[in-house]
T-cell receptor
């Protein structure tokens, strides 16, 4: 089984740009999570989907961050407009419904100038 | 109520020693506690996990000790190796509400 795939692995954006990060979960997994990881804040949940339905949208991240799950095997995270404080690693994870273990992708490292 | 705290940001041990990483939580609804290991440039990967009905879980050199009454747990890494140098995250999950909270991680350095 292929693990969680994330593209691109690295992204550099100018302030104000729109960027879209992509994630393919483990085949057959029903739950998908987007996290932001920084040294100071650790792992922060941005969005959580169960069977393509948005269960949690991360509260404070709502205004410029939008995650979508168009089908069960593909999700995007759009940041619009980007700000330098968005520089972080963005991680996607998936899990099988009824299982509690999350499987993480390698992450996308975003740098906003 | 939702916080998960890892007591050390960083821990250094010598090769062959036992590394002990501590974690505490506040919400008594949490009932599943995975530990994740993360190497630079990679996503976190599940290392070992325990359910709140148990007080100990062992897998090779890795053991979790869990104290439900005190709301804390620890990860013991026996016979630490330089290859164990990584960041370790404690997580707490309420499996009924599907809430998951991660600690901020402990960076373990194992010196040869």
């Amino acid at each position: 089984d292929a693990g969680v795939t994330q593209t691109p692995r690295h992204e550099v954006a100018e302030k104000g740009q729109t960027i879209i990060l992509k994630c393919e979960p483990v085949s057959g997994h029903n739950d998908l999570f987007w996290y932001r990881q920084t040294k100071i804040q650790g792992l922060e949940l941005l969005s959580y989907f169960r069977s393509k339905s948005l269960m949690e949208d991360g509260g404070a991240f709502k205004d410029r961050f939008k995650a979508e799950m168009l089908n069960s095997s593909f999700s995007t995270l759009k940041i619009q407009p980007t700000e330098p404080k968005d520089s972080a690693v963005y991680l996607c994870a998936s899990s099988d419904r009824g299982q509690d273990t999350q499987y993480f992708g390698p992450g996308t490292r975003l740098l906003v100038l | 109520q939702q916080q998960v705290r890892q007591s050390s940001q960083s821990l250094t041990v010598w090769e062959g020693e036992t590394a002990i990483l501590n974690c505490s939580y506040e919400n008594s609804a949490f009932d599943y506690f995975p530990w994740y290991q993360q190497f630079p440039g990679e996503g976190p990967a599940l290392l070992i996990a325990i359910r709140s009905v148990s007080d100990k879980k062992e897998d090779g050199r890795f053991t979790i000790f869990f104290n439900k009454r005190e709301k804390n747990l620890s990860l013991h890494i026996k016979d630490s190796q330089p290859g164990d140098s990584a960041t370790y995250f404690c997580a707490a999950i309420d499996t009924n509400a599907y809430k998951v909270i991660f600690g901020k991680g402990t960076h373990l350095h194992v010196l040869p």
